[in-house]
Antibody, heavy 117, light 106 residues
Framework: QVQLVQSGAEVTKPGASVKISCKAS????????MHWVRQAPGQGLEWMGI????????TYAPKFQGRVIMTRDASTATVYMELSSLRSEDTAIYYC??????????WGQGTLVTVSS | DVQMTQFPSSLSASLGDRVTITCRAS??????LAWFQQKPGKAPKSLIY???NLQSGVPSRFSGRGSGTEFTLTITTLQPEDFATYYC?????????FGGGTKVGV
């Protein structure tokens, strides 16, 4: 069955960077795109961007352009999302989500990132 | 960006009720709309894509309709496991955007 297993919770300081991983299994890694979506405490869902695991090309939401980098390692079927220049407002749960391009069908369990001085 | 507005933001319902949630797009998006369900402390679950197509394994009491700018998610005969927050998302253009959510409670 499809599994997306994300890395563990992170606590980091303002101005720092965080890199989260999402390891895929149960399907052909390069046949599906991967989205990243975040959710601040008590808030709704916010789309951050998408990566094509086949070619590695990514598209980011304008809000995160310049601060986010999405990469993949096809040899381990893992995608990564790195967010830099962190501020307190970036405290959130970050999800990876598998998609047939735009059609999301499976989600990772989420990774809590806490930004605090 | 396409703004997605959901209403109501919350509603109270009882077991067996028929529930309808509306999602409105700020500009036409064809049928490029998805619905997700999220329970407290859990990751979202994909319910519907392309406005009306159920994801595999989703019960048939869930249905979606609409095109252009107005969409609905209907749950017929509400079950205990359906109490959750529901989000719509447009997948017509970047950046993909979500509605603010509708909490279905008791």
């Amino acid at each position: 069955q499809v599994q997306l297993v994300q890395s563990g919770a992170e606590v980091t300081k303002p101005g720092a960077s965080v890199k989260i991983s999402c390891k895929a299994s149960g399907y052909s890694f390069t046949d599906y795109y991967m989205h990243w979506v975040r959710q601040a405490p008590g808030q709704g869902l916010e789309w951050m961007g998408i990566i094509n695991p086949s070619g590695g090309d990514a598209t980011y939401a304008p809000k995160f352009q310049g601060r986010v980098i999405m990469t993949r390692d096809a040899s381990t079927a893992t995608v990564y999302m790195e967010l830099s220049s962190l501020r307190s407002e970036d405290t959130a749960i970050y999800y990876c989500a598998r998609a047939l391009i735009y059609l999301i069908d499976s989600w990772g369990q989420g990774t809590l990132v806490t930004v605090s001085s | 960006d396409v703004q997605m507005t959901q209403f109501p933001s919350s509603l109270s319902a009882s077991l067996g009720d028929r529930v309808t949630i509306t999602c409105r797009a700020s500009q036409p998006i064809g049928d490029f709309l998805a619905w997700f369900q999220q329970k407290p402390g859990k990751a979202p679950k994909s319910l519907i894509y392309s406005a009306s197509n159920l994801q595999s394994g989703v019960p048939s009491r869930f249905s979606g309709r609409g095109s252009g700018t107005e969409f609905t998610l209907t749950i017929t005969t509400l079950q205990p496991e359906d109490f959750a927050t529901y989000y719509c998302q447009q997948h017509n253009s970047y950046p993909l955007t979500f509605g603010g959510g509708t909490k279905v409670g008791v």
